[in-house]
Nanobody, 117 residues
Framework: QEQLVESGGGVVQAGGSLRLSCAAS????????MGWFRQAPGKEREFVAA?????????????QYADSVKGRFTIYTNDAENTVYLQMNSLKPDDTAVYYC?????WGHGTQVTVAS
């Protein structure tokens, strides 16, 4: 069974940047969809970003973003490393949450992002 392992979380000042990584233990299909979700204390888990890759080439990938992160976050992949990244810029205190990587029914354990005001 595939395992997803996130890393890259931490504490950052408002306006700062972080890059999250999600390493997939196996990649059996060249076409896939992976996403990032987040859950803040007392709130439901919400969608952040997703990438759909086709044919093993990021040239044919498409991305989606939540309105709250458009223009600030970028999702991209390194297929050679089976890794999906989430580059987060211009971070706000409202971005504070545990960030989870997802692929189908598989979820990572999450990585904490804290943005200090």
């Amino acid at each position: 069974q595939e395992q997803l392992v996130e890393s890259g979380g931490g504490v950052v000042q408002a306006g700062g940047s972080l890059r999250l990584s999600c390493a997939a233990s196996v990649r059996t299909c060249s076409s896939y969809a992976m996403g990032w979700f987040r859950q803040a204390p007392g709130k439901e888990r919400e969608f952040v970003a997703a990438i759909h890759a086709s044919g093993g080439s990021t040239e044919y990938s498409s991305t989606q973003y939540a309105d709250s992160v458009k223009g600030r976050f970028t999702i991209y992949t390194n297929d050679a490393e089976n890794t999906v990244y989430l580059q987060m810029n211009s971070l706000k205190p409202d971005d504070t949450a545990v960030y989870y990587c997802n692929e189908g029914l598989n979820w990572g354990h999450g990585t904490q992002v804290t943005v200090a005001s």
